[in-house]
Nanobody, 127 residues
Framework: QVQLVESGGGLVQAGGSLRLSCAAS????????MGWFRQAPGKEREFVAV????????DYSDSVKGRFTISRDNAKNAVYLQMNSLKPEDTAVYYC????????????????????WGQGTQVTVSS
């Protein structure tokens, strides 16, 4: 059983930056692909970014590519999301998810494919 706790959300003006963190415990962190997702009011949870076990491969949604950067520190059991040039449409609750790799190389983007989730952290971008 893996526990995930997100932090770092808050209120920021458009064009600003935030860095989200997700701390993992209770499992072998280096066995999991780690992803960030977000959910705006009235919308479904959507994929934002994912990173492989070693941190050498990443995938991003088109809406955040070039503005957000996902990274991980396996020694600290943590994954991060650096968000720059924030826009009002980035406003959402941001969740980190853990996807057990099990000899697989494919980075996945679907909510149902992730095994564990954190409770989320609110990001609000004002115009």
């Amino acid at each position: 059983q893996v526990q995930l706790v997100e932090s770092g959300g808050g209120l920021v003006q458009a064009g600003g930056s935030l860095r989200l963190s997700c701390a993992a415990s209770g499992g072998t962190f280096s066995s999991y692909f780690m992803g960030w997702f977000r959910q705006a009011p009235g919308k479904e949870r959507e994929f934002v970014a994912v990173i492989n076990l070693s941190g050498t491969r990443r995938d991003y949604s088109d809406s955040v590519k070039g503005r957000f950067t996902i990274s991980r520190d396996n020694a600290k059991n943590a994954v991060y999301l650096q968000m720059n040039s924030l826009k009002p449409e980035d406003t959402a609750v941001y969740y980190c998810g853990a996807d057990l790799a099990t000899r697989r190389l494919t980075l996945r983007r679907q909510v149902y494919e992730y095994d564990y989730w954190g409770q989320g952290t609110q990001v609000t971008v004002s115009s």
